[in-house]
């Protein structure tokens, strides 16, 4: 499946962006759908993962309660709504597919990644 990240930008702290993950090539759904983030020169950092039916969500504390993670699987995409935006929220955003995400507390270390998105730039101003 192919992967394709958009709706970044340049916002103020405080503000609102609504990041989208399109897939193409196969359905959506039967993976579960993973945002991560990443600033050049750190490691690629967990943000948010949902169930393949929808019904499971978890999210890094960094963005609990700011962030909220959707799909439509009739529509192929996996939405991330990020909302009260920080500084160190800025960062380039990619979506993955996930194959071992149920439900619960989300492991990025056990997470089989079948297909990375391209990223799109997060920039928030203070």
């Known amino acids: 499946v192919q992967l394709q990240a958009s709706g970044g930008g340049l916002v103020q702290a405080g503000g609102s962006l609504r990041l989208s993950c399109a897939a193409s090539g196969r359905t959506l759904g039967t993976y579960a759908m993973t945002w991560f983030r990443q600033v050049p020169g750190l490691e690629r950092e967990f943000v948010a993962v949902i169930s393949w039916r929808g019904g499971d969500t978890d999210y890094a504390d960094s963005v609990k309660g700011r962030f909220r993670i959707s799909r439509d699987n009739a529509k192929n995409t996996v939405y991330l709504q990020m909302n009260s935006l920080k500084p160190e929220d800025t960062a380039v955003y990619y979506c993955?597919?996930?194959?071992?995400?149920?439900?619960?507390?989300?492991?990025?270390?056990?997470?089989?990644?079948?297909?990375w998105g391209q990223g799109t730039q997060v920039t928030v101003s203070s």
């Open positions: 993955a597919t996930d194959r071992t995400y149920y439900r619960g507390t989300y492991n990025p270390a056990t997470a089989d990644f079948t297909s």
